[in-house]
């Protein structure tokens, strides 16, 4: 049965956008529109109040979104692999807005979530900073690769692109071409330092004004990049009534395969959702488990059992959780530690701009090294109660399925 009156379907290209109509359940084409804001606009004037729209996600799906969405009922934007039109034996523009023209006048599809400006803006951010960081890698790769062939072996510094690290490059005596590779390379690691660094201050300013990323960022192990990654990801926590939701958004839980009497199995996670959201998870994980905390706890008792990778994604899977209960009850995290929370905090409001206080920071950190070792003991202790929780539990599991959980009396 039909969900709408007029489905209205593109196909959405570069230079042009095929669009379909279904109508009574009757479907046709109805030619082609430019892919420009113009055309876009005499589309959108052409469309009733009561109609619906569909389109597949692509890179410019959201700027059609924004025209096209105060003329008509709804816009609907869809996930490719949703709609099986990829396996399609015949696959054209046409027949493409045709099938999802016919698919959303049944009412047979679910459209993705449409973020809101400001996680848009995130988004676009997170996505560049991803791109320049990746090219700065690329560009590091290549002074090692000269290093290697030149059996140079492996720099005395920590940092061979700071600044001892640097004086270290330009001492060794290399061939004229080589020195031309890697004189080039330090100059393009140079542009692209200052404009990650830039890109840092925008987003280091948009996290300070977030409650949220602030609650996210006092958790031990987790920095701006991981809050603002996860913030993109997920939008409103509204959407979410159930941490396990939130899970399955972001494709940290398992696969389960299950048929008749036999019990469900389950397999590998499922990595729906965000890839972005998952790797900061991950990579704040690798610093979570070295702080005190039950987190670390809970790393360690998988680690026993399953190794290091298993119990890693296990814990991004458990920080995921935590950070939902942060959003939803609009808290710190309870083993919190103020003195790294706020160490932070300043250093984001430096990176965004904010003036230096006069005087030596490492002396403030010194002097404050008796606070820092009593929030290091409570997280200790933190953890010492989840380690004794856990043992408890373990000794009145059940022994098999379908047992009472309870303990049967001596």
């Not at 082609?32 to 619906?52: F, G, I």
């Not at 404009?195 to 602030?214: C, F, N, P, W």
């Not at 202790?381 to 856990?390: D, G, H, P």
Request: glycine share 6%; charged share 30%.
């Amino acid at each position: 049965m039909s969900l709408v009156g007029r489905a209205i379907a593109l196909d959405v290209h570069l230079e042009f956008c095929e669009v379909a109509v279904c109508e009574e359940g009757q479907v046709r084409s109805a030619g082609r529109v430019e892919t420009r804001p113009e055309a876009l606009d005499v589309l959108a004037e052409s469309l009733l109040p009561t109609d619906r729209v569909v389109l597949e996600v692509t890179g410019s799906s959201w700027d059609i979104v924004r025209i096209l969405e105060p003329r008509v009922a709804k816009v609907i934007v869809v996930s490719p692999g949703d709609t099986g039109i990829a396996h399609a034996r015949a696959k054209t523009d046409r027949l493409d807005a045709r099938t999802l023209a016919r698919l959303l006048w049944m009412g047979e599809l679910d459209g993705v979530w449409t973020p809101d400006e400001h996680t848009r803006v995130l988004r676009r951010r997170l996505s560049r900073r991803e791109q320049l960081v990746r090219s700065r890698s690329r560009c590091k790769n290549e002074i090692h690769a000269v290093l290697m062939r030149r059996l140079k072996g492996r720099c005395p510094h920590s940092d061979m692109f700071g600044k001892a690290g640097r004086e270290w490059l330009r001492s060794l005596e290399l061939p004229v071409e080589e020195c031309e590779t890697v004189e080039s390379t330090m100059r393009q690691i140079e542009f692209l330092d200052a404009e990650i660094g830039e890109v840092d201050r925008v987003i280091a300013k948009q996290t300070l004004l977030s409650g949220d990323a602030r609650h996210l960022l006092t958790v031990p192990g987790v920095n701006v990049v991981c809050a603002a990654t996860f913030l993109a990801a997920i939008g409103d926590i509204r959407r979410f009534r159930t941490s396990r939701q939130l899970v399955a958004y972001l494709g940290l839980d398992p696969k389960v395969r299950q048929s008749g009497p036999d019990a469900a199995l389950l397999g590998r996670i499922s990595k729906q959702g965000s890839p972005r959201a998952r790797w900061a998870l991950v990579e704040a994980t690798h610093s979570v488990i070295l702080q005190p905390g039950p987190l670390r706890a809970f790393h360690q008792r998988i680690r026993a059992r399953r190794g290091y990778q298993v119990a890693t994604v296990a814990a991004a899977r458990k920080l995921a959780c935590l950070f939902w209960c942060l959003l939803t009850r609009e808290e710190n995290y309870a083993h919190a530690q103020p003195s790294l929370t706020a160490k932070k905090l300043r250093k984001l409001e430096l990176i965004a701009g904010a003036k230096r206080f006069d005087g030596s920071a490492a002396g403030i950190w010194t002097a404050n090294r008796a606070m820092r070792e009593a929030e290091k003991q409570l997280a200790l202790q933190a953890e010492a109660s989840y380690v004794r929780m856990v043992r408890d539990w373990q000794a009145t599991a059940p022994k098999k399925v379908g047992a009472s959980a309870t303990p049967e009396p001596a």
